[in-house]
């Protein structure tokens, strides 16, 4: 029996290794790092493409969707270049929220992506956006195609939980701040961006 097309011998980088999705910058994959049932925030190590412990949240707060980042995405600048009082990118893959009808409780899973919105932040002065998602062929969620197409509650808790996720002790000052919410069109531009900085890191 053939093996099916593509196929990888050994696992991908989740990075590097996995496309950026079907018909970006609109349907993108996500690959969740994070999801609402999560006190602790996991993260991908760059090096090896496991998921490793960054570290318990210190506020109550959770994530209120899941977490993670665009496949072959890299802030950079292009990326800053989107955010007026950026000085440059953070050099991460571009952050994705996704919000599902149906509970998704666990890690390291990906999936397909519509684009409807982004979060500009800052964060120490770099550009550090996420861009908000619904899953693709949501029941609930799926006819959506702007971010203001969600109720406002959910995106003010997208904004809240984003203000306050790196306090930690022995920081008394939070140096994340969210300097606006935009819709779908600023955000595919995020990720086109995103896409263009990556090639120009990484080769295409």
Same mark, same amino acid.
């Given at each position: 029996?053939?093996?099916?097309?593509?196929?990888?011998?050994?696992?991908?980088?989740?990075?590097?290794?996995?496309?950026?999705?079907?018909?970006?910058?609109?349907?993108?994959?996500?690959? *969740?790092?994070?999801?609402?049932?999560?006190? *602790?925030?996991?993260?991908?190590? /760059?090096?090896?493409?496991?998921?490793?412990?960054?570290?318990?949240?210190? $506020? $109550? $707060?959770?994530?209120?969707?899941?977490?993670?980042?665009?496949?072959?995405?890299?802030? @950079?600048?292009?990326?800053? +270049?989107?955010?007026?009082?950026?000085?440059? @990118?953070?050099?991460?893959?571009?952050?994705?929220?996704?919000?599902?009808?149906?509970? *998704?409780?666990?890690?390291?899973?990906?999936?397909? +992506?519509?684009?409807?919105?982004?979060?500009?932040?800052?964060? @120490?002065?770099?550009?550090?956006? /996420?861009? &908000?998602?619904?899953?693709?062929?949501?029941?609930?969620?799926?006819?959506?195609?702007?971010?203001?197409?969600?109720?406002?509650?959910?995106?003010?808790?997208?904004?809240?939980?984003?203000?306050?996720?790196?306090? &930690?002790?022995?920081?008394?000052?939070?140096?994340?701040? &969210?300097? +606006?919410?935009?819709?779908?069109?600023?955000?595919?531009?995020? &990720?086109?961006?995103?896409?263009?900085?990556?090639?120009?890191?990484?080769?295409?």
């Amino acid at each position: 029996m053939p093996f099916p097309k593509p196929f990888y011998r050994w696992r991908p980088h989740p990075w590097h290794g996995l496309d950026t999705g079907s018909n970006p910058p609109e349907i993108v994959h996500a690959y *969740i790092e994070i999801t609402p049932f999560d006190s *602790i925030k996991y993260e991908v190590d /760059k090096a090896t493409g496991y998921i490793r412990v960054d570290r318990p949240q210190r $506020s $109550s $707060s959770q994530p209120p969707a899941l977490y993670g980042f665009i496949p072959r995405t890299y802030c @950079g600048p292009r990326v800053g +270049a989107l955010s007026p009082k950026a000085k440059q @990118g953070d050099g991460d893959p571009l952050d994705i929220c996704v919000v599902s009808e149906r509970p *998704i409780n666990r890690v390291e899973v990906i999936l397909n +992506a519509r684009v409807v919105g982004c979060l500009q932040v800052l964060d @120490g002065g770099e550009a550090d956006d /996420k861009i &908000v998602a619904v899953l693709e062929n949501d029941n609930i969620w799926g006819a959506a195609r702007d971010i203001s197409d969600l109720p406002d509650v959910l995106v003010e808790r997208l904004r809240h939980y984003f203000s306050t996720y790196k306090l &930690v002790p022995g920081q008394p000052h939070n140096t994340i701040s &969210v300097e +606006a919410i935009l819709g779908a069109e600023h955000a595919q531009k995020v &990720v086109k961006a995103s896409m263009l900085d990556y090639e120009d890191e990484f080769g295409g």
